[in-house]
């Protein structure tokens, strides 16, 4: 008796929202290198949710820029439904203000990240200064191009990309880290503030040696640009990024969007959506389609982030923070 | 212009020296650019680059940019009559400090200007959280849009009015009072006539910069494609999609906005060139 009770609830269901096709907005408020990839995924997200809820319109609007400057912006009022970010971090900083539950990474499955990348070097056809792993970034004369880590996330992955190779290049010498960092930033003549905007630095305008990108990024920049001019760079080792999502609690709340956009996040994990992120050169979850895209992800160590660096408030304030240490080993024109 | 040249005893060399210069820097720093940019916007052909400017998010941009410039442009003629009539036909204390507070926008960067309403209605601002309780949106939206728009051409037509103004003195009015006009019809039929020519160099200045206007409404806009993109923020989201073409397109539309601003007021200078003559020499 109950399965039918609960059998003919779920019909209702079913019937009231197939009645009542809705118009639906949500925002997606999204990191520097995404825009290409999530036009694809709300594309088939609209078509599968308008199949199981009889015709909804839902337009899914994006924003994007530096991770953090985006972050800041939610927290100034931008009103996301989702966001789907560069790191933890700029995520937290969302939840401290009240407008995330503080527990939002353990809300979805591998700690709220659907997709990982990795930083890796794009240099100028023929690699002029055979750039092969990070010691050849402070070679003299080397201009390397990376984002300002006070407002890019993927310019935050760079540094402690960096400094986890020197780290245990170092037998963990912190000190030492720290001054291969510091030579490896004196080789930086500018610092845009996203990833896009060090892409453009480099592609388009011409200026520097080797760009620190986002795995995605130099592919992406790859396919536009065609591989005649760049190629791709797989350091010995580097990091696992985790770029993670979540639900605006208190936005979704207020317009009414929480049931479409947990169910955008959870669509993220489905193989439909795994698909075109790998396609788009995200290191996926799943294990069959990263399988399938093998030859587009070369297998090198990425050091794990939480080893390293404990948890990101800590990496945040010791790294990143006024005065932290990119304040010290920075010194714009030195 | 049939003003004769003014005599000058500086040897024909230095005059076509001068020349040359001036025209150079004009060719290489404004026609140049210009020419560019009307270049590579044809870079896929005429088709795309119309598709460019046809495209959904485009289209909202040039909307967005058209309402944010039909209300801020009126906004400031109204202020910029009004405070320049205050501070031309009057004495007050504080007059000093009110030209000085008119210029304040020149000479703030656009994004403290736009930094100022994150910093006001934001969330985290004086009033956010009260506009978020009563579902009020002004940043990340239209209005902040207009507001950050208002606050960078606040000054162009104050500035155009108040030497105008101050140089023509009160006579007229006073004149027109003492004979028994009320004060709508003396600003009507007297003010109004006088600082007509003014007054459009101010708005259509105004309008231009309204239109073209990127750092303090990159603050306040949120960038949200095709809804809070402006003209020129559009313009950069295309150019780091790697849709170079499509951005010089609506580049070239937003310069052609300009031109036509630009070759209006020459016309209408043209047109009423002894009327002009007559007002500045009054």
């Known amino acids: ?334 | 212009m049939t003003r004769p040249l003014a005599p000058t005893k500086d040897h024909p060399l230095v005059r076509w020296t001068l020349t040359a210069v001036a025209l150079g820097f004009i060719g290489l720093f404004l026609v140049l650019p210009l020419v560019v940019v009307f270049h590579d916007a044809l870079g896929d052909g005429l088709t795309a680059a119309l598709a460019a400017i046809r495209e959904p998010d485009a289209i909202a941009a040039i909307q967005l940019t058209l309402t944010a410039a039909a209300i801020a442009v009126p906004l400031n003629a109204i202020f910029g009559i009004a405070a320049s009539w205050a501070i031309a036909k009057f004495d007050f204390a504080g007059k000093g400090f009110l030209v000085t507070l008119i210029d304040l926008p020149f000479s703030v960067s656009p994004v403290v200007s736009g930094l100022i309403y994150v910093l006001v209605f934001g969330l985290q601002g004086w009033l956010g959280p009260w506009l978020a309780e009563h579902d009020v949106k002004i940043i990340f939206a239209l209005p902040g849009i207009v507001l950050a728009t208002v606050f960078v051409t606040f000054p162009f037509v104050a500035r155009e009015l108040i030497p105008l103004m101050t140089d023509q003195g009160r006579d007229e009015e006073e004149a027109a009072v003492s004979l028994g006009a009320s004060g709508w019809a003396t600003f009507r039929r007297v003010t109004l006539p006088n600082i007509k020519w003014g007054l459009l160099y101010g708005v259509l200045l105004c309008n231009a910069r309204a239109m073209g206007e990127f750092g303090a409404v990159s603050v306040v806009s949120g960038h949200i494609r095709g809804l809070t993109d402006t003209m020129p923020l559009h313009i950069e989201a295309l150019y780091n999609d790697y849709q170079y073409s499509a951005a010089f397109a609506v580049a070239s539309l937003l310069a052609l906005l300009a031109l036509v601003t630009l070759v209006l007021k020459s016309l209408l200078e043209w047109h009423f060139a002894e009327e002009i003559s007559a007002a500045h020499h009054h």
Do not use: C
């Open chain 1, 1 to 334: 008796m109950k399965k039918i009770i609960s059998a003919l609830a779920a019909a209702a269901v079913l019937a009231s929202s197939t009645a009542l096709a809705a118009d639906i907005t949500l925002l997606n408020v999204s990191y520097d290198p995404t825009r290409e990839l999530y036009k694809q995924i709300n594309a088939a997200f609209i078509a599968d949710w308008k199949k199981s809820h009889g015709g909804d319109n839902v337009t899914i609007n994006q924003s994007h820029g530096g991770s953090g400057a985006q972050s800041r912006a939610v927290i100034d009022g931008l009103g996301a439904d989702v966001v789907t970010l560069a790191l933890a971090y700029d995520i937290d900083a969302i939840a401290n203000k009240g407008l995330i539950e503080k527990n939002w990474q353990t809300r979805l499955p591998n700690a709220s990240t659907p997709y990982t990348s990795t930083i890796v070097f794009l240099v100028r056809k023929g690699n002029p200064w055979k750039i092969k792993d990070w010691p050849d970034l402070i070679k003299p004369g080397v201009q390397v191009i990376t984002p300002n880590p006070k407002t890019s996330g993927g310019a935050r992955w760079s540094f402690l990309a960096a400094w986890a190779y020197a780290l245990r290049a170092q037998g963990g010498n912190a000190d030492k880290a720290k001054a291969f960092v510091t030579a490896l930033y004196k080789h930086v003549p500018v610092l845009d503030t996203g990833a896009r905007g060090s892409t453009t630095t480099f592609v388009q305008r011409g200026i520097g040696d080797v760009l620190l990108s986002w795995e995605n990024e130099a592919h992406l920049a790859l396919k536009e640009q065609g591989g005649d001019q760049f190629q791709i760079v797989y350091p010995s080792v580097s990091i696992q990024a985790e770029p993670p999502v979540a639900v605006v609690d208190k936005n979704v709340d207020s317009h009414k969007t929480r049931e479409i956009a947990t169910a955008y996040l959870n669509f993220l994990y489905t193989k439909d959506a795994q698909e075109i992120e790998a396609a788009n050169f995200y290191r996926v979850r799943d294990p069959q389609i990263l399988a399938q895209h093998a030859a587009d992800f070369p297998k090198i160590t990425l050091y794990n982030f939480a080893e390293i660096f404990g948890d990101w408030s800590k990496a945040q304030a010791t790294y990143f923070a006024d005065k932290g240490i990119f304040d010290q080993i920075y010194k714009p024109g030195q």
